[in-house]
């Protein structure tokens, strides 16, 4: 049963840094992607970030492209999301996916964490 749990949220000043973790159980990713989506209150789900498990490719979402970066770590089957530069518009619950896919211009994925909250506030 694959878990994925995240870790690392909370409340940072606008231009502040957090970095995001999930530690992922139960499944192997190795020919997967990886990744992090967030929902902001009143909005839809956004796709943020994607990585392929065994490494090399990486997509981002146009909001987040320069500030935020995307890695993982094969030994802690851990996967990293650090977040520079933060914007209120930032705010929002950041949840973990597993196997993510790309299907007529939208991201879905299989499996999901329970979420964190970052918040960006003065």
């Known amino acids: 049963q694959v878990q994925l749990v995240e870790s690392g949220g909370g409340l940072v000043q606008p231009g502040g840094s957090l970095r995001l973790s999930c530690a992922a159980s139960g499944g192997t990713f190795k020919s997967a992607y990886m990744g992090w989506f967030r929902q902001a209150p009143g909005k839809e789900r956004e796709f943020v970030a994607r990585m392929l498990w065994s490494g090399g490719t990486t997509n981002y979402g146009d909001s987040v492209k320069g500030r935020f970066a995307i890695s993982r770590d094969n030994a802690k089957n851990t996967l990293y999301l650090q977040m520079d530069n933060l914007k209120p518009e930032d705010t929002a619950v950041y949840y973990c996916?597993?196997?993510?896919?790309?299907?007529?211009?939208?991201?879905?994925?299989?499996?999901w964490g329970q979420g964190t909250q970052v918040t960006v506030s003065s």
């Open positions: 996916a597993g196997d993510l896919r790309y299907f007529r211009g939208s991201y879905s994925a299989t499996y």
